[in-house]
Nanobody, 117 residues
Framework: QVQLVESGGGLVQPGGSLRLSCAASGSAFSWYIMAWHRQPPGKEREVVARIMRDNMTTYADSVKGRFTISRDNAKNTVYLQMNSLKTEDTAVYYC???????????WGQGTQITVSE
């Protein structure tokens, strides 16, 4: 399985921006479907954005127009650009990889995003 390491979390004011990165170990990164999920305090984990092998993207309705997922296969990295952040975006954000060969799923350790004055 691929190892995933997230970075870029932190504290930001409402209306601010952050960019998360998720670096994947190993080879064949381009064969993975990559996604960002989040788990707000006291709530279940939910998918935020997903990017397919062909770079097709999907987003949760709550983040459409504000978040952008992208991938750089040469760097084995997926990004989540988050703009116009709201307090309700506060959550632990997790990187997720699904192999299109084995269909195994891998998760990163999570990174905290806090949106607050």
């Amino acid at each position: 399985q691929v190892q995933l390491v997230e970075s870029g979390g932190g504290l930001v004011q409402p209306g601010g921006s952050l960019r998360l990165s998720c670096a994947a170990s190993g080879s064949a990164f381009s064969w993975y479907i990559m996604a960002w999920h989040r788990q707000p305090p006291g709530k279940e984990r939910e998918v935020v954005a997903r990017i397919m092998r062909d770079n097709m993207t999907t987003y949760a309705d709550s983040v459409k127009g504000r978040f952008t997922i992208s991938r750089d296969n040469a760097k084995n990295t997926v990004y989540l650009q988050m703009n116009s952040l709201k307090t309700e975006d506060t959550a632990v954000y997790y990187c997720n990889a699904i192999s299109t060969v084995s269909w195994n799923t891998s998760w990163g350790q999570g990174t905290q995003i806090t949106v607050s004055e």
